[in-house]
C-alpha cells in the first residue's frame, strides 16, 4: 500500500537542512508580510477619511484629508523600497 502524499510531505520536511541564510530568509518575510499589513492598514484609513468627511463637515476636511493621501503615498513608498531592496 502506498503512503498518501501528505505523509511524504511531512517527512520531507522532518529532513530540512538549515543553511546560516535561514533566519535572514525568515526576517526578510516577516518584514515585508508586516509592511504589507501596515500599507493595507493606509489604505483603510483613506476609506475611514473619506466616510468621516462625508458625514461631519469641517473646515479642516482638506487638510485631513490631504494628511491622509500623504500618509498613504508614504507607505506605499516604504512598501515599495522595502520590496525592491529585500
Known amino acids: 500500500m502506498t503512503q498518501p502524499p501528505i505523509i511524504g510531505f511531512l517527512d520531507s520536511l522532518t529532513r530540512l ?13 516577516v518584514l515585508l508580510l ?5 500599507a493595507l492598514f493606509a489604505l483603510v484609513m483613506i476609506r475611514q477619511i473619506d466616510l468621516m468627511t462625508k458625514t461631519i463637515e469641517t473646515p479642516y476636511t482638506g487638510i485631513i484629508k490631504m494628511i491622509g493621501y500623504i500618509h498613504m503615498i508614504a507607505a506605499l513608498a516604504v512598501w515599495f523600497i522595502v520590496f525592491t531592496v529585500l
Open 17 to 29: 537542512q538549515f543553511s546560516p541564510q535561514t533566519p535572514l530568509i525568515a526576517l526578510k518575510f
Open 34 to 38: 508586516m509592511m504589507t499589513m501596515y
